[in-house]
């Protein structure tokens, strides 16, 4: 019986120890995997400045292309990540890096006439010229979506999908029911496109479209009252091609 039970407690041990051996030989193979797991090489001096050369002929103004990354540059690069739908960080990977170099320049979703539009899914402005280029391009955050209650008001946090006119505009600060509007381009039932402090890359507001506020003004500037406004998603696109050529149609026969 004794030299059963030792043989058994040896067999035991044996198997302990090749249990033990497996794990520390997966975990040393594990380790050195990670070991050898390629690092991303870091971008270079031309390199970043290319990004930027890349970057300014799109439409997303990076300031001097000198491969410095300042704040203008982290400007830019936003603007491209929210375009592209990437991860909106500011800096520039080399995965950024490479969709720069492949990337097209954005387009206005309607073309052939001045106008502003507002990509909700993008969470951006784009401004254009006569002839439907983009003359520029802002982060905007639009209706969180949410219901809120605040300061003896409520309702749902939504910014309306369609086309509009701006009917109405205030310069500097105007105070509003829910909070303070830096020059204010209204646009339907009291919502405009305004200047806030505040402008995450999410969807925060009450359903105003908020700028930038080093923006506003030059902003109002370009959107008199009768510019036409497209706010859309995804899921839903009215053109305003009719609205444009009627407006052509009434300046020609004011001419007269």
């Known amino acids: ?3 059963l039970v030792k043989f058994l407690s040896s067999a035991a041990v044996l198997v302990a120890f090749v249990l033990s051996t497996s794990i520390a030989s997966s975990a040393n193979t594990n380790r050195t995997k990670r070991k050898e797991r390629p690092r991303a090489r ?3 001096r031309v390199e970043l400045k290319d990004a ?4 300014s002929e799109m439409g997303y103004k990076t ?19 929210r375009w592209e739908g990437r991860n909106v960080t500011g800096r520039l990977s080399r995965g950024d890096f ?3 170099l492949n990337a097209e320049a954005p387009k206005p979703r ?9 990509d909700l899914d993008r969470q951006l402005l784009i401004l254009t010229d006569d002839e439907g280029a983009i003359t520029k391009i802002l982060p905007v955050s639009t209706g969180s979506n949410r219901r809120y209650r605040e300061k003896g008001m409520r309702g749902l946090a939504y910014t309306p999908r369609g086309r509009f006119r701006i009917y109405a505009k205030l310069f500097g600060w105007r105070k509003s029911p829910l909070g303070l509007l830096y020059y204010p381009n209204y646009f339907s039932d009291g919502l405009a496109i305004h200047g806030n402090p505040s402008v995450p890359s999410t969807p925060q507001s009450h359903g105003c479209i908020r700028i930038p506020m080093s923006a506003a003004a030059q902003i109002s500037k370009a ?3 009768g510019t036409i406004l497209l706010i859309y998603d995804s899921q839903s696109f009215v053109s305003a ?3 444009a050529q009627a407006d052509r149609q009434k300046q020609e026969t004011s001419n007269r």
């Open 241 to 243: 091609k009719d609205w």
């Open 223 to 225: 959107l008199p009252i």
């Open 110 to 118: 309607d073309e052939g006439y001045k106008h502003v539009e507002v």
């Open 98 to 100: 490479d969709a720069i």
């Open 63 to 81: 300031g001097r292309v000198d491969g410095v990354i300042d704040e203008t540059t982290r400007s830019g690069i936003v603007l491209f990540q």
């Open 52 to 55: 930027e050369q890349r970057l």
């Open 1 to 3: 019986m004794s030299k």
């Open 42 to 44: 870091q971008l270079t």
